[in-house]
C-alpha cells in the first residue's frame, strides 16, 4: 500500500473541517466535499480563523496560513473525491446516511483506497461489509477541536487488514495525532466510558439528586475534569449523545446503557445544547 498523499473530507462541519485543517496543516492535499455551499462556506471561515488563531499564538508560522489554505480544495460534488487515496467521512452520527455515503464513495473511488469513518459510536465492521473493499474501511476517531485534541481512536473493523491499519497510523502520526489502536466495539473506548457516565449525571439531575451547576462542579473540583459532564454534554451536542447511547444499547444489549429520559425529553425539545442555545445551560445568541 502505498504512502497517501490525497484525502477526501466528507462533511464540512465541526468535525469535517477540523480534520481538513490538520491535514492540510501537514502538508497534505485535502479535497473538502459538502453538499450545502453555505455550509462549505462557513467549513471554510472556520479553518482560515483557526489557522490564524495557532499564527497568532506562535503555533504556525504566519506564512503558513495561505499556504494551508491554498491545499484545500472546496467541492459541492461527491464525484471530485474521485482522485483520492484516502476518504475520512465525517457526516452526522447515523447509521443509514454513513452507509449510504461509502456506498457511494466504494463506487467511485480506485480499488487500493481507503475508507474512513470519523463515527464515534457505530460499527466499523457494519460499515465495511456495505462496500467491495472491507479490508480497506477503517475507524478514525478524532476528537473536538480536531485541530487541538492529539488523540485519534484508530478502529479495527473485522476484515480491516493489517495493511490499512499500518497507513492509517503512520498518516495520523503525519498529521502530528497520536493514534491509538482499538477494535470495533459499541462506542469503541471513550464513549462506551464517556456517554454512560454523562446519561448518568443526567440521571442525577432529573431525580434531583443535585443541579446541573452541583454536579459539573463536583466533577470539575474532586475529580480536576477541566469541565463537568453537563457542560461536556452540551458542548458535544445532548442530540450526538442521545444517539451514542441508543447505538450502546442496541449494540452491547445491555439495560445499563438506557438513555436518560430527561435526555430524550430535552432533545424532543430541541435543547441540544451550545448549538441550539440552549441545554444545560443558557448560551443566549
Known amino acids: 500500500m502505498g504512502v497517501v498523499k490525497k484525502i477526501g473530507v466528507v462533511g464540512a462541519g465541526t468535525m469535517g473541517n477540523g480534520i481538513a485543517h490538520v491535514f492540510a496543516r501537514a502538508g497534505f492535499a485535502v479535497t473538502l466535499f459538502e453538499v450545502n455551499g453555505q455550509a462549505l462556506e462557513r467549513g471554510l471561515a472556520t479553518i482560515q480563523k483557526n489557522l490564524e488563531r495557532e499564527a497568532a499564538k506562535g503555533k504556525l508560522d504566519a506564512a503558513e496560513v495561505p499556504k494551508a489554505l491554498a491545499r484545500i480544495t472546496p467541492v459541492l460534488k461527491l464525484d471530485e473525491l474521485k482522485g483520492c487515496e484516502l476518504v475520512i467521512e465525517a457526516a452526522t452520527e447515523k447509521l443509514g446516511v454513513k452507509q449510504a455515503i461509502f456506498s457511494e464513495l466504494d463506487a467511485l473511488l480506485a480499488d487500493g483506497a481507503i475508507l474512513a469513518s470519523n463515527t464515534s459510536s457505530i460499527s466499523i465492521t457494519k460499515l465495511a461489509a456495505g462496500t467491495k473493499r472491507p479490508d480497506r474501511v477503517i475507524g478514525m476517531h478524532f476528537f473536538n477541536p480536531v485541530p487541538v485534541m492529539s488523540l485519534v481512536e484508530v478502529i479495527r473493523g473485522l476484515q480491516t487488514s493489517d495493511a490499512t491499519f499500518a497507513a492509517v497510523r503512520e498518516l495520523a502520526l ?105 441545554g444545560f445551560y443558557s448560551y443566549g445568541n
Open 174 to 278: 503525519a498529521a502530528g495525532k497520536t493514534p491509538v489502536e482499538v477494535n470495533d466495539a459499541a462506542g469503541f473506548v471513550s464513549n462506551r466510558v464517556l456517554m454512560p457516565m454523562i446519561n448518568e449525571a443526567i440521571f442525577a439531575v432529573m431525580e434531583s439528586v443535585a443541579t446541573a451547576e452541583a454536579v459539573d462542579e463536583i466533577f470539575r473540583l474532586g475529580m480536576a475534569h477541566p469541565m463537568g459532564p453537563l457542560t461536556l454534554a452540551d458542548f458535544i451536542g445532548l442530540d450526538v449523545c442521545l444517539d451514542i447511547m441508543r447505538v450502546l444499547e442496541e449494540g452491547l444489549g445491555d439495560p445499563k446503557y438506557r438513555p436518560c429520559p430527561l435526555l430524550i425529553r430535552m432533545v424532543d425539545a430541541g435543547w441540544l445544547g451550545r448549538k441550539s442555545g440552549r
